[in-house]
């Protein structure tokens, strides 16, 4: 029989100014390497041949459209409604429910409410809702990044391996306090810290933080500290107020992973949480693939699974449509990079693995999302 061997690769870790400080610097993910490729040193080399054949290991976005996989920061002044809006956050998505209207992955959600007490957050759970979450864990205590911090998220990790968040509120209750401290270089690091948590273990960390009291043009040139925050991050959202007593709000956020987008809310003070009043501006929507859209009406529901090589993938993809042609080679790169779009937006997941007589593909329906 043969063997199947599954062929996936690491996300990497790199701003996009090129520093790389020494807590991005690791040999562990994820989604490890399984095959050899050139190694020099801490630089893995793979040619571009290697690269587009690989197919990395899908990260689910945590809510979709609004907060994907990865390291965020949630910035805004003081006493804005952060911790509501959070402690909301972290509730619905450990019920598998929906925020401000965006569908969340259902998961384990740690948040780490460090500037308030256990009988605050007993008093706000009971005023939110009348439900019970298993999968909401709660602390208002933690060791500094200095101190082993990211250790201890991954020793909770390791009995709460379904974590799908983490909240960490707020940042300069877990920053080291080490002497160049609102540096470039101190900023990037600490974000980096928990970034290379996020990478590893697949879980997405959310990090609530301040803005200054200078105004910008671009609300994200308001957060609290260097530029090194947002380069190290993937991203951010901004929650400011017109007035500091008005009830309404805009949430505001930014990513690598999704355009700019804008949501208009409002807090109810009866309930102690936030409603959405409008999307100001959605996520793009990309065009559909003609691919994914063909491998949609050949596995669903009613035919749930398909196994074979890419070359039999494309006679029978061939045969459904006769006016497309695809090749082998470009099937599977299309794949490796359509995968999660194929699994939000039709529920079909994508698997590639060796064996001894060469690449294989799997196709599986696993339900509409």
Do not use: C
């Amino acid at each position: 029989m043969a063997t199947e061997k599954e062929t996936t690769a690491p996300i990497p870790s790199v701003a996009p100014d090129g520093e790389q400080p020494s807590a991005l610097a690791r040999t562990n993910s994820i989604t490890d390497i399984e095959d050899p490729h050139k190694r020099f040193g801490k630089i893995q080399a793979m040619t571009m041949p290697e690269l587009m054949e690989t197919r990395f290991r899908v990260r689910p976005a945590v809510i979709d459209g609004l907060l994907p996989a990865g390291t965020y920061l949630l910035a805004g002044a003081p006493k804005i409604g952060k911790s509501f809006l959070v402690l909301q956050m972290a509730y619905q998505v450990s019920m598998g429910a929906p925020f401000l209207g965006f569908s969340s992955r259902k998961g384990t959600v740690l948040y780490l409410a460090l500037e308030d007490t256990y009988e605050r957050l007993q008093k706000r759970l009971a005023q939110m809702t009348e439900q019970d979450s298993e999968h909401l864990i709660l602390s208002v205590f933690s060791e500094t990044l200095d101190e082993g911090l990211t250790e201890r998220l991954s020793d909770f990790w390791s009995e709460r391996a379904d974590t799908v968040l983490i909240v960490i509120d707020t940042l300069q209750r877990v920053r080291g306090h080490t002497p160049d401290n609102g540096s470039y270089a101190a900023d990037y690091d600490t974000l980096a810290r928990l970034k290379e948590f996020s990478d590893t273990f697949g879980v997405t960390v959310l990090v609530v933080h301040h803005t200054r009291k200078e105004g910008a043009e671009d609300v994200f040139n308001t957060i609290s500290g260097t530029n090194g925050l947002m380069g190290a991050a993937d991203g951010a959202l901004i929650l400011y107020k017109d007035k500091r007593t008005a009830s309404d709000a805009v949430l505001e956020a930014v990513g690598r992973d999704q355009q700019q987008l804008r949501l208009h809310i409002s807090f109810d003070a009866a309930h102690l949480n936030w409603k959405l009043i409008e999307v100001e501006t959605g996520r793009l929507k990309e065009p559909p693939n003609p691919l994914v859209e063909l491998v949609s009406r050949l596995v669903n529901g009613e035919n749930p699974s398909w196994n074979g090589t890419a070359t039999e993938l494309a006679r029978s993809l061939s045969k459904m449509d006769s006016s497309q042609s695809f090749t082998p080679n470009w099937i599977v790169r299309t794949l490796n990079v359509q995968q999660e779009n194929l699994l939000r937006e039709y529920g079909v997941r994508y698997v590639s693995h060796r064996t001894k007589e060469g690449k294989a593909l799997s196709l599986r329906w696993d339900g509409v999302r």
